[in-house]
């Protein structure tokens, strides 16, 4: 069983930057894929990134490649979502999920979900 708990969503204005925190805790959750999913109004629930805890597997969508960075604190257990260069089309709620490793890069592959934490970029 695994609990993530997001937080650092906010307001930016178009270029500026915001840095998501995924704090987790659990039994067995050094063994899961970690991703960042966010979703927008009337949209699919979309990947971001994913790393598995290992740090072996890194996954970026082509949407946020060289803007995005996954990273990991292993000593607080905690997953970052830096995000840099922002767009209003960056505008949406994002997840913090927890995976098998051998699972797909798609929401119903990752079975523990954070509450999400909005993210707005005005233009």
């Known amino acids: 069983q695994v609990q993530l708990v997001e937080s650092g969503g906010g307001l930016v204005q178009a270029g500026g930057s915001l840095r998501l925190s995924c704090a987790a805790s659990?039994?067995?959750?050094?063994?899961?894929?970690m991703g960042w999913f966010r979703q927008a109004p009337g949209k699919e629930r979309e990947s971001v990134a994913s790393?598995?805890?290992?740090?072996?597997?890194?996954y970026y969508a082509d949407s946020v490649k060289g803007r995005f960075t996954i990273s990991i604190d292993y000593a607080k257990n905690t997953v970052y979502l830096q995000m840099n260069s922002l767009k209003p089309e960056d505008t949406a709620v994002y997840y913090c999920?927890?995976?098998?490793?051998?699972?797909?890069?798609?929401?119903?592959?990752?079975?523990?979900w954070g509450q999400g934490t909005q993210v707005t970029v005005s233009s």
């Open positions: 659990g039994r067995t959750f050094s063994s899961y894929r």
């Open positions: 999920a927890a995976g098998a490793i051998s699972g797909s890069l798609i929401p119903t592959s990752f079975g523990s």
């Open positions: 790393i598995t805890w290992s740090g072996g597997r890194i």
